[in-house]
T-cell receptor
Framework: NAGVMQNPRHLVRRRGQEARLRCSPM?????VYWYRQLPEEGLKFMVY????????ESGMPKERFSAEFPKEGPSILRIQQVVRGDSAAYFC???????????FGPGTRLTVT | AQRVTQPEKLLSVFKGAPVELKCNYS??????LFWYVQYSRQRLQLLLR??SRESIKGFTADLNKGETSFHLKKPFAQEEDSAMYYC????????????FGKGTKLTVNP
């Protein structure tokens, strides 16, 4: 089991471009969480998804951010029209319905220039 | 509001010395508390949770509801303990999301 996979590991975007971050949960896990870590800060919850459903998006900015977890394929966090303030490390975590222990991916470091 | 506070950004001790990483929380109900660790160039991983009341790698943490604290302790620090440590809280019910502190960077000197 390769664990939670995230790609790309590093992503550079210019202001105004779109960023797509992908997360493949551990085998057998149907729950995915996205967290954002700004410099010098702890991880902050963004969104919680199960297959084809957004369960809790209370941590997502109201505009430009969206997330999905389709029936097939990875979970995608999409940021439209990126701004410098979006530069951060984005972590994905997954867990199963039987145990809510969250396993984290290595993160994607987004840099907006 | 749910909040986790780790007052020390940096903590440095010598090998063999006791270490305590502080964590205080704010939550109106009965939360579940965790310590996560991130070693250099590795991903974040669960170190221990208060429910299991176990010792992992010599570390223990006791939930003190009166002081709303969940400090992480180890009697004799080792160089391989050097890492970032994050305290996290999960509230009852809801989405099972974690609320993290800002982390403490522990350095164990030889």
């Amino acid at each position: 089991n390769a664990g939670v996979m995230q790609n790309p590991r590093h992503l550079v975007r210019r202001r105004g471009q779109e960023a797509r971050l992908r997360c493949s949960p551990m085998k057998g896990h149907s729950h995915v969480y996205w967290y954002r870590q700004l410099p010098e800060e702890g991880l902050k919850f963004m969104v919680y998804l199960q297959k084809e459903n957004i369960i809790d998006e209370s941590g997502m900015p109201k505009e430009r951010f969206s997330a999905e977890f389709p029936k097939e394929g990875p979970s995608i966090l999409r940021i439209q029209q990126v701004v410098r303030g979006d530069s951060a490390a984005y972590f994905c975590a997954s867990c199963s319905a039987l145990s809510y222990e969250q396993y984290f991916g290595p993160g994607t470091r987004l840099t907006v220039t | 509001a749910q909040r986790v506070t780790q007052p020390e950004k940096l903590l440095s001790v010598f090998k063999g010395a006791p270490v305590e990483l502080k964590c205080n929380y704010s939550y109106s109900g009965s939360p579940e508390l965790f310590w996560y660790v991130q070693y250099s160039r590795q991903r974040l991983q669960l170190l221990l949770r208060h429910i299991s009341r176990e010792s992992i790698k010599g570390f223990t943490a006791d939930l003190n509801k009166g002081e709303t604290s969940f400090h992480l302790k180890k009697p004799f620090a080792q160089e391989e303990d050097s890492a970032m440590y994050y305290c996290a809280l999960r509230g009852q019910g809801g989405s099972e999301k974690l609320v993290f502190g800002k982390g403490t960077k522990l350095t164990v000197n030889p």
